[in-house]
């Protein structure tokens, strides 16, 4: 499967509704996750029989040393992903974007805040900080 660049991953997300979106960005996060246990687990092609679920990928990912302040990011992703699988008709509100960002570490609610800044900068909307949407 040929990669995803960064910049063309930003342009397809730029494109979808919430739910478009939501899935999109799961999907790459979880092929991001699989390339970094292939890069750490000689043989990761022979767990693929045990069939590991994105929740069992985020907890060896952390356990093979990926930053802990990504696990609980990872997982509140997973349940957003979940939310949409699992429940016709559902719509992401204020609510479920407040709660995951609370997950993150006060570093990387800083870089948060800075790239949404820059894009409502770019789009020449009003600054109104991410945490208050």
Same mark, same amino acid.
């Given at each position: 499967?040929?990669? %995803?660049? *960064?910049?063309? $991953?930003?342009?397809?997300?730029?494109?979808?509704?919430?739910?478009?979106? !939501?899935?999109?960005?799961?999907?790459?996060?979880?092929?991001?996750?699989?390339?970094?246990?292939?890069?750490?687990?000689?043989?990761?092609?022979?767990?693929?029989?045990?069939?590991? *679920?994105?929740? !069992?990928?985020?907890?060896?990912?952390?356990?093979?040393?990926?930053?802990?302040?990504?696990?609980?990011?990872?997982?509140?992703?997973?349940? %957003?992903?979940?939310?949409?699988?699992?429940?016709?008709?559902?719509?992401?509100?204020?609510?479920?974007?407040?709660?995951?960002?609370?997950? $993150?570490?006060? *570093?990387?609610?800083?870089?948060?805040? *800075?790239?949404?800044?820059?894009?409502?900068?770019?789009?020449?909307?009003?600054? !109104?900080? $991410?945490?208050?949407?």
């Amino acid at each position: 499967m040929p990669e %995803l660049s *960064d910049e063309q $991953f930003h342009a397809d997300l730029q494109n979808e509704d919430d739910l478009g979106a !939501v899935i999109r960005g799961h999907l790459h996060i979880e092929h991001a996750l699989n390339e970094l246990l292939k890069g750490q687990i000689p043989f990761f092609e022979r767990l693929e029989k045990l069939h590991l *679920d994105y929740e !069992v990928k985020v907890v060896l990912a952390t356990a093979m040393g990926l930053n802990a302040n990504y696990e609980q990011p990872l997982r509140g992703i997973g349940l %957003l992903r979940n939310k949409y699988a699992h429940q016709p008709g559902f719509k992401i509100s204020q609510s479920d974007t407040t709660n995951l960002y609370k997950t $993150f570490s006060g *570093d990387d609610k800083a870089i948060i805040q *800075d790239a949404y800044k820059r894009t409502n900068k770019d789009l020449n909307r009003e600054n !109104v900080p $991410f945490s208050e949407h």
